[in-house]
């Protein structure tokens, strides 16, 4: 298990890639984690050279957005409740899509 946080680096951007899930974070320390349903992860070491700022950018390019996803839980109880959010917050029907175009995450997870 990675921690986003400590005495020599802290999480300095979250997104989302809204269409598969894919949430990451982005560590002062140039480590990348991804969160899964047992915490977050590493996935990658920016490459020296490259600034953090760049990467944000070029992954805000690639359809990243500003978030984090839904804990395992929170997907359960919207399921049981009807409702459902989307990655960039609307909220819509457990099988919805909102008005950006963005699916429920209980779409996007495939729990329908």
Known sequence: MA?????NFKVVKRLVNPHSGLSIAIRSDGI???KTFN???R?????KGASIETVIQKLYSKGFID???????TL????????????DGCRVEPDG?????YKS????????
């Open 97 to 101: 899509t909102c008005q950006h175009g």
């Open 3 to 7: 921690k986003l946080n400590g005495r």
């Open 32 to 34: 990348i984690l991804r």
């Open 39 to 41: 915490g977050w992860k």
């Open 76 to 87: 359960i109880k919207w399921q049981n409740e009807g409702i459902a959010r989307t990655p």
């Open 67 to 73: 978030g984090v996803a839904p804990e395992f839980s």
């Open 105 to 112: 995450w209980l779409l996007i997870y495939g729990l329908l």
């Open 43 to 47: 996935y990658l070491r920016i490459k």
